[in-house]
């Protein structure tokens, strides 16, 4: 650093060692401090703190440049450091990987919120391993963009915020169809481990979700895990949340077999609000984001949408441009129970090639989808079992209804719906905006 641009380095060391000096002595002299001044004083430590690490990244990026910790004996910049008075192997390790990021030129964005410090040298580190996991993945055009949402996600969130913010820049600025290619192989690691006994009379099972299996098991136990008082009593529910949720679980799935048992379908008891773009719903880009339960902010990739819009308890909220709900998506869209026992009686099974899931497993399905304008009535409905109703929106089949069967078309990108649906009407809710999912920025298009 020369004399025009601020201090030199002799001058920067001269009053590190008068600080480091002062700072020894501090449990001395608090008490000198006004009480009023205290919180201030320990603002100003910190932004101390983060500077001084600002600086040892800019010292051991400088002496690798120059080939100090190359010559040194020391085996790796992570110990070149640990030999200079880090003691933290941890702090070390992060010190050495935010020196590579000042010697990348692409990654200008964050060496230079290194520098200023308004990005924690942790945080930094973890921008940088997130940037380049979906860099080769985005759209042309659109690094800059990420790289910038990453750096100010993370400034404001930390290392949390950003790895959150991975499935939003996939859906939002990827190439297309990699945000529902994402999730399905998210889809093939879903699990139930088979039950291991903890004690006598208890059982322990371990479960694997992905983002849509997480939105409806949240969904479907929402009501049921609330607190509850006592009804006579009326004192209040000591249940612990994980004892809660786990007996809604049970509850949720012993209402299930009971109906099943009578042969009919389970009545809904909760629902799963999903918030997506009109444009997105009908282009298949982007994402639906849930809301109104634990699993708030989780993204679901259209098709999904689409395909929980046949025949499930979900209510979409279509947006416009604006944000403002277009149409809120009433249940008169789902099929009956009386059609549905039509169904099971003209299909007996999941209609898709060689599948002979029973009839009462399966979906309804809208040939013509519900969000495409199709109708609600037994010439443009099919039963499909739940993995054969995901295969069908992902790789976009279309089947047709003839002479009592259904007739599926087995090439990807098959379905051409013949119409788009009516305008929305405007809603009596259209003042309302849904949260953010989480913490996530609006979406910039490229």
Known sequence: MNSTSGASVADIREHAAALSAGLKTLHTNIFRCPTGELGEFLSELAELRALAGAASVIVTADAETRGVVEASQSASTRGWIAEHGWHSRREATTIAKAAHILRRPELAEIADSIRTADLDLPTAVVVQGEYDKLAPELLPGAHPIVLKQLVNHGAEHGPRGVRELRQWIIAHHSKPDEFADFQDRCRRHISLSSPTETSTGLHEYRLVVDNEGLSILEAAIQTLAAPRPDAETKERDNRPADRRRGEALIEALRRS??????????????????????????????????????????????????????????????????????????EQRLFTLAQKRVLWARDRHCTFPGCDIPAQWCDAHHLVHWVDGGPTDLDNAALL??????????????????????????????????????????????????????????????
């Open 385 to 446: 079992c739940p993995a054969h109703h995901t295969i069908v929106h992902r790789d976009e089949l279309s089947g047709e209804g003839t002479a009592g069967q259904v007739i599926w078309d087995r090439r990807p990108g098959s379905y051409r719906p013949t119409r788009r649906p009516d305008p929305p009407c405007e809603s009596a809710a259209s003042e309302f905006r849904p949260p953010a999912p989480r913490s996530v920025p609006t979406p910039l298009r490229t």
């Open 257 to 330: 077999v009971l109906a099943q048992g009578q042969g009919v379908t389970a009545a809904p008891t909760a629902t799963l609000n999903v918030t997506m773009n009109l444009d997105d719903l009908q282009q298949r880009t982007g994402a639906g984001t849930c809301t109104g339960t634990i699993a708030d902010g989780t993204l679901l990739a259209p098709d999904t949408v689409r395909k929980l819009a046949c025949d499930a308890t979900i209510i979409p909220l279509v947006l416009g441009a604006d944000g403002a709900v277009l149409d809120c998506g009433k």
